[in-house]
């Protein structure tokens, strides 16, 4: 029996101090850490990548809404142009206009104006006509009362500015003065 252990102990000491055998038994782990490194490696590469390409995107994307931003009322401001065309014809022809001419230029400053409001309109812009209605602090602004018998209490009087929706959102409240019961 003391044979069989030295030669057990002999190969396990062979094998401890020979390198190559260590080698061998461990290599298909080696080579399998090695893949898996080169894997991790090739998508460490793929992900910043995949990071300055999304960096680049939020760049473009700032700069693009930037300039959307920028240039969003060209094509009211491209609408309106014809119309001041037509303003500075009509100021031209006020000087050294006659009786005649005055009735001319009053037409057609007015069809320059029906020009204008049809430009707006057609951009999404509504008139707020508050004659007559139930004041509505929502779309009006009072600057006053005034006593008036023959309209209702709480309903516009008179309108002194009109007021503006673009959409259904309210751009400017009508200026209006409200009508309120006389006092006896």
């Known amino acids: 029996m003391t044979d069989q252990r030295r030669e057990i102990n002999e190969s396990a000491a062979t094998e401890a101090s020979d390198p190559i055998a260590v080698d061998t038994e461990e290599s298909p782990d080696l080579d399998a850490l090695k893949a898996e490194a080169g894997k991790a490696k090739e998508y460490w590469e793929k992900l910043l990548r995949t990071a300055a390409d999304f960096e680049n995107y939020k760049k473009r994307a700032t700069r693009e809404r930037q300039e959307a931003v920028k240039f969003a009322n060209e094509a009211i401001i491209s609408t309106l142009i014809p119309v001041l065309d037509n ?19 009053q037409s057609g400053i007015s069809m320059i ?61 009508a200026t209006v003065v409200v009508a309120k019961k006389p006092s006896k």
């Open 87 to 105: 303003f500075d014809m009509a100021m031209a022809a006020t000087t050294g206009a006659q009786d005649g001419a005055i009735q001319s230029l």
């Open 113 to 173: 104006h029906q020009q204008l409001k049809k430009a707006l309109a057609d951009a999404g812009l509504e008139e707020v006509d508050a004659t007559g209605q139930k004041f509505d602090p929502n779309l009006h602004e009072a600057v006053s009362q005034q006593e008036n018998a023959e309209v209702p209490e709480g309903h516009v009087l008179q309108q002194l500015r009109k007021g503006y929706k673009l959409r259904d959102r309210l751009l400017r409240p």
